[in-house]
């Protein structure tokens, strides 16, 4: 059997999910897709010789009978409508972050998802598919180093357009961090506070960056967060876990050292893109294969509404420089893992 | 389409390729298999809830309608006869090596295949699908570091039983790397030398432990290979190249770095197992999604017929202590890469 | 021309320093040394065939017209009064932290030593002599990486005794941060705060360890300090800087990486001694020298004061949770660098 | 007491000793110089401020009743004269590599100091010195891993002048490891075999660079030198030690890791003096201490005369291609260890 896809949106990341599922997984195939402008849909499709529907609206793609499951590529603010409609229609839908604009948003479609009875929502965080995370929660999880007592984790991207602002340091970046530590600690935020060191001179104007986050978990655990969004030397995503008998260093991505010009080194992730793009494969290649099951697993509806609530209250404490609680609701036994 | 596959010989790794090919590998299922005990393979089958056929004749296997590909995992002396029929049947063989047990046998295979007209077989050695030994072999194909000059191996292995002979450090485990540097450097041998240092308190009485081969290419790059299958410490095969710009190491596998203990470090792997698992499982999948399209790529049988003639001239370098001439043939435009 | 020291206190530290004169550096000899216990002081001094005087009270060894310079090494509440004398004497004292218990001690010390005109006062601030420190000292100041953003140290010690209470993190452990940190960054403290993480289950009933603290300095640079006295696996003491244009790592000192019993890696150092003996010995042999020239170098009484107010802020941050002001005075002229 | 040192040859190394003395070292002065060029003498004396004596004939220097000790820093050609003279005299005297241009030559000065009765030369190899060999060493002496079987160096240079020949590449270059691994394994060589793998293009004509040494010791422990002198990124020794029990990698030297530029890495030393100027002052200050206690330790002249013999094998294997025995007679009790 092979899955049914449905794309909402062929922007860049859309388009990137579609060169994904022809070129790289298995086991799906692209039926629909849809897009504000017509053309472009057409054009996409043919790029990658799709015999499939164009539609404008993302609910035809939706409710078309042909389509098993939905990516959702589309616009921040419409993904909320789109996983809301695929839940009503009971398919399979994979949605890029957000999965809300608003913490509000999200847990509407944590409630219709909790009402239709069944996990329906994969959020768009890839890093739980990353084997670099992956290596270092298994370590942690033999208990060989004893309980997690602080993490601190680094977040470097070599540099920002100038659309970037200090805000979207935790809603957009650090937003990641906020995910992926839910699932490496099995722990959830009591407090968070946005520390604000000396600017560097690659910031645009009005750009906090670097900042320095830390979060206090229930179980008391501290999280720190080193973000530098314009750290000019690449891309760098780092996690030490100190535990009680001892600290383990997640891994980075295999690279060749060498020892040539004067120099023993090895090549630092570009971007983004380098840094997770087996990530991102295996994590669509687990909706398809879980879809085609039937099930929906990986990060839930409920994850992406933790991850917007704790942002909020980052956006709380970068204002104020406080130290604001997180408040989390309680999780409902439906996402308990 | 799904490939379907016939395997010769349940034993340890052919009840491991059944597993792979069932719980790990897309696009196959098993229809078929043999072994000299028939109540052996029908256990095999009924362990991985296969219903398929078996049969106590390899060629049986091979002859069978239903199978479109063939897996031969059987004892060593057999493999040039399943090989043959194979490709008389004109079906995709994957065999594991050796090839067969004599270079002329695997010069043979080598007139059959060619006489048929296609390629019809990968030999089963996954180093190259390692992603260790790729992100090298990308690293060199740069040119960034100019020409390879001298390359370094080290196969390290932690123990071995008391069957392992001399010999067998270079027919069965240096094969490995009489094969994969033909693949890093696009080169062929001119010279073979054996050197036997010191002897391990922990070689079993007569078997000289560690070795270490010179091999001469005929572009006049030197290889040499540190070979000790009683080190203790863990399964450890490296490479560094030496090149006129620079010298590149090849990485190992991600570990998770700790400090624990006294000790900054990380874990060794134990096995050959461990450390080429996720090859094994490349090298087949890469065999099944060739199969479908209907050619056969990675490892040939000229590749094993040159590894064969190789570890033929280290035997003799061996017992002579001489440097020893390879004579490889020229390698047949079929076979040209 | 050889330097006539006396030692005031003949504890495990002062005999340190005694067997480090005679047995590792050069350029001196000790004359005198004192102890409240008259026999202990005899008895250190015939252990290493000294033939010097043995008093009660260090002053007489402050007022022998035999000793040309001072090693301070009796208890802390003592020091402050043997500084005075020896500047007093306008001899090159020596002493060890803490330069006085109290910030008002110390500052009766650096006005003294003001009055007298010249510097006299050497404190036991060892780690600006540590090579792992003086690379990286050297490397922020090619400037190659740019401004210094955020520091993040690390000091954690294998484990302490159940004398060892959570102040002491901050006035006994800490402390050698709060010295190091100004030395490495030109730079000093404006803010402080101190952040309790998950207690290990090591710690001893009501010690709360680890601790982490955020230094603000006067250019806005962030200094984390991750402090956890019951690491279990070592001591070990690093320091990351983040920089404008890249990250520099303090190197650890010199180990031979070994792979065996399946690991890869290489020892940790056990405890503050190893760490740091070479240190102890160039800080030595640099007042040493230095007397001998009738100059003093290295950590001042400026540099004891501050770390000392320094700690007296991180106590209060510590009882209150809050950020707190560090408010430290101009440093002099007469101090400047 | 200080010892007065004079210097036989004034050109870039003597000039370097005489810096090494005056600015770096302990417990000498230099009361004395030579060199062909009288007026060079005085410059130099002047320059460093010196109020010594200026000779053209260093048999003077030896001669004068001032001179408590000699070093030899003239032409490789007059070494042995000069050796001789000081033993004649009874001073002790360090005597920079080669120890005479000739086997016969060393052994004439092993012959003259054994007459003499007691040790009074050093040889000039430093590298036993070397913090990170030693490191190497003590690891080694524990035991730990077991008996050494292989001993892989890597002796690698950014560049050679157009006076640089394929023979000295054994006979100043691996000479160094000549003598280092007989210091390091407490053993002797029997055989000696010479590889020229592929040229690289930076090579000048005639020059074979790499060269590959394969020796073997008495205990048939197999040592494997890795000679490249062009090899354009840096200077670089290396030694890993495989045991019975695992591998032990010889340390580089301290250096601050940095992530910058796209690179994560470190300064790979620039050249030999960089790489070993420590040792180089830790040897002359380890010859001035024990001349002023009236002994002499480190490098013997027995050292001197083995490395040069085994130089003499290695130019026979060089040019033979065959393996070569060395034929290094019994080390005397008089140089026992
Ligand atoms: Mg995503
Ligand atoms: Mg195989
Ligand atoms: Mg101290
Ligand atoms: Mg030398």
Known sequence: MVLKIGVIGVGMIGQDHIRRCIEVLNGCEIVAASDINLEH????????????KAYTEGLDVISSP?????????????HEKYVLAAIEAGKP??????????????????????????????VGFM??????????????????????????????????????????????????????????LDDDYET???????????????????????????????????????????????????CEDGIAYMPSPLQVQTRTKGKFGEHVNTDWRERFIVAYDIELQSFIDN?????????SAWDGFIASKTAA???KALESGEIVSVNLPQCPSFYKK
Chains 1, 2, 3, 4 share one sequence.
């Not at 999965?99 to 009875?117: D, N, P, S």
């Not at 879809?291 to 990060?299: F, T, Y």
């Open 93 to 122: 839908v994979f949605c890029e972050k957000p999965l809300a604009v608003t913490a509000e948003g999200c847990q509407r479609i944590v409630e219709a998802e909790m009402k239709a009875g069944k996990r329906l929502v994969q």
């Open 127 to 184: 890093r739980s598919f990353d084997s670099c995370y992956r290596k270092l929660k298994e370590m942690l999880n033999t208990r060989e180093l004893g309980e997690p007592l602080v993490v601190k984790c680094v977040h470097h991207n070599s540099e920002v357009g100038d659309s970037y602002t200090t805000d979207m340091g935790i809603t957009d970046s650090m937003v990641h961090e906020f995910d992926i530590m839910r699932w490496l």
């Open 291 to 299: 879809a085609k099951n039937n099930i929906v697993m990986g990060p």
């Open 41 to 52: 849909v057409k054009a996409v499709l043919k790029k990658y010789k799709i015999n499939g």
């Open 313 to 315: 209250a980052g956006m």
């Open 66 to 78: 042909d389509v098993d499951a939905i990516i959702v590529a589309s616009s921040g603010p419409s």
């Open 192 to 242: 968070i506070q946005v520390v604000s060191p000396r600017i560097t001179k690659y910031a645009h104007t009005g750009v906090q960056d670097p900042q320095l986050v830390l979060l206090r978990t229930k179980k008391g655990i501290l999280i720190t967060i080193d973000l530098f969004v314009n750290c000019q030397y690449g891309y760098d995503i780092r996690c030490d876990v100190v």
